[in-house]
T-cell receptor
Framework: DTEVTQTPKHLVMGMTNKKSLKCEQH?????MYWYKQKAKKPPELMFV???????INESVPSRFSPECPNSSLLNLHLHALQPEDSALYLC??????????????FGPGTRLTVL | RKEVEQDPGPFNVPEGATVAFNCTYS??????FFWYRQDCRKEPKLLMS???SGNEDGRFTAQLNRASQYISLLIRDSKLSDSATYLC????????????FGAGTRLFVKA
């Protein structure tokens, strides 16, 4: 099984809502990533978890809160978002973070619209 | 200067053509290199890792030049299905391994 799954596929939320994005992988990978991608731009790294611990936080605003409940699951909790946060949110996983060739496998993404 | 730079294109080529993309990186702490492809409104998918010795996978050949700090991707005998955005990806070893994507090069292959 070489698949990363993400739910929901689409999400529309108001600026006062609280929602969560979910990501799951069953490849035994120990590194998981959240990226944000705006239209016609490359993915931008937000967070990295390595062995279920937060390893990298790319100065992401606190309205985005990641969580890694176990080695297979990664959540992104959203609260008080702004319209400019509308984007495709991609989850990825790799065998490990701290190795040279850490090929990452991406989920299909959640397309988020903030009204 | 961007850490990873690519020509955004678009490259418009006929079927059967050979096309090459280059990507330059600025940080000498760059440890590993990849090409991903991304179709419109889809996730990036790994095309190939790029090793110092160069590597080939069917119609695709990737090269790495550490001295000049660039990587390349050559696509031979282009197919319509090769139309996509090609993303150059670099992993930096700066204490933690951080992944940086280039802005991507758009390729259109036409019949």
């Amino acid at each position: 099984d070489t698949e990363v799954t993400q739910t929901p596929k689409h999400l529309v939320m108001g600026m006062t809502n609280k929602k969560s994005l979910k990501c799951e992988q069953h490849m035994g990978h120990r590194a998981m990533y959240w990226y944000k991608q705006k239209a016609k731009k490359p993915p931008e790294l937000m967070f990295v978890y390595s062995y279920e611990k937060l390893s990298i936080n790319e100065s992401v605003p606190s309205r985005f809160s990641p969580e890694c409940p176990n080695s297979s699951l990664l959540n992104l909790h959203l609260h008080a978002l702004q319209p400019e946060d509308s984007a495709l949110y991609l989850c990825a996983s790799s065998q490990e973070q701290r190795r040279a060739y850490n090929e990452q496998f991406f989920g299909p993404g959640t397309r988020l619209t903030v009204l | 200067r961007k850490e990873v730079e690519q020509d955004p294109g678009p490259f418009n080529v006929p079927e059967g053509a050979t096309v090459a993309f280059n990507c330059t990186y600025s940080n000498s702490a760059s440890q590993s290199f990849f090409w991903y492809r991304q179709d419109c409104r889809k996730e990036p998918k790994l095309l190939m890792s790029v090793y110092s010795s160069g590597n080939e996978d069917g119609r695709f050949t990737a090269q790495l030049n550490r001295a000049s700090q660039y990587i390349s991707l050559l696509i031979r005998d282009s197919k319509l299905s090769d139309s996509a955005t090609y993303l150059c990806v670099v992993t930096l070893n700066t204490g933690g391994f951080k992944t940086i994507f280039g802005a991507g090069t758009r390729l259109f292959v036409k019949a």
